[in-house]
């Protein structure tokens, strides 16, 4: 009963909108249109300025979480809308910081798990400036992917260097 309703009311619409389709057709879009006067158009100048990225030669610092780092939104590859950055993103590792949480996450990209997450780390200390005991007190997982440790992926791990 309720499709049989639908059916009728969908072929009714239907109906309605090819009839007002066909007088549109018969009567409004066989008028003549009016020429208008063409304008000159009149070409103006426009100095294109390419944007300069200037990096800071002293470096700013933020704090996150209490400790104090660089301020890595200068180097990110990519700011996110939401404050998201993603730090680097290389072959073998990335790095990015969730601004939501105030967390940053490793996740390691090419095998071998340990030697790329040794890589990753260190490119993470210089890039937020700190030593590894003020590391620790971040919050920073490491994790890896499925093609490149099938064992350890989806699994999150502390800095190597920070105990557990």
Do not use: H, W
Not at 81 to 110: C, H, M, P, S, W
């Amino acid at each position: 009963m309720e499709t049989r309703k639908l059916i009728i009311t969908g072929t009714i619409l239907f109906l309605i909108f090819a009839v007002l389709y066909l007088f549109y057709l018969a009567f409004i879009s066989g008028r003549p249109v009016s020429p208008t006067k063409k304008e000159k158009i009149t070409p103006i100048p426009i100095f294109l300025l390419s944007p300069t990225i200037v990096r800071p030669t002293a470096s700013r610092k933020i704090s996150i979480s209490g400790v104090t780092v660089n301020d890595f939104f200068q180097v990110s590859q990519r700011q996110l809308v939401n404050g998201d950055a993603i730090i680097t993103d290389t072959e073998k590792f990335q790095t990015v910081y969730f601004a939501r949480g105030n967390y940053f996450l490793i996740t390691v990209k090419k095998e071998p798990f340990e030697i790329a997450r040794l890589e990753a780390e260190a490119d993470f200390l210089r890039i937020i400036g700190v030593d590894q005991i003020n590391a620790c007190r971040l919050e920073v997982a490491v994790n890896t992917v499925q093609f490149a440790d099938p064992e350890l992926a989806g699994q999150a791990f502390p800095l190597s260097f920070c105990g557990i």
